[in-house]
């Protein structure tokens, strides 16, 4: 698992139809559920015309980390669920991307909102983790 400034992400070789079935089991492991999905390949086309391959943003939540996160800070909702990426590589394969909770929860200092932002990115990264095999 690699990481920037504020995403955490691996590539794993399945193409992004097949690594969406095994993103979502590592995330469901991890007591995160799918909420929402975005075809951003598909909303792109049908808008634009334009096809820009595989792209797809699923919105995760730990219904128990979104309730700490949302006791310690009801605005902190904004920045909720958990979004992860899956965008066809160039090189072959998919992209796994997720936001890092450590930097999204950077936005607010409430209390309590780093130790639910950790636990969190920790859970998300050992999902990662197990793409990468």
Do not use: W
Not at 22 to 37: M, N, P
Not at 65 to 84: F, H, Q, T
Not at 89 to 103: F, I, K, N, Q, R
């Amino acid at each position: 698992m690699q990481q920037d400034r504020y995403t955490l992400y691996v590539h794993v070789p399945d193409e992004p139809a097949s690594a969406d079935a095994r993103v979502r089991e590592a995330l469901a492991a991890e007591g995160f559920g799918v909420l929402s999905e975005i075809d951003v390949q598909a909303a792109l086309r049908e808008k634009l015309g334009e096809d820009i391959g595989a792209y797809t943003i699923l919105g995760a939540c730990n219904p128990t980390l979104a309730r700490k996160a949302i006791d310690a800070d009801a605005d902190i909702g904004a920045l909720l669920p958990c979004n992860v990426v899956l965008r066809a590589s160039a090189e072959g394969g998919t992209d796994v991307l997720a936001a890092d909770p450590d930097a999204m929860m950077q936005v607010s200092e409430a209390p309590g909102l780093a130790e639910v932002a950790t636990d969190a990115r920790q859970r998300i990264a050992r999902a990662l983790q197990t793409l990468e095999g």
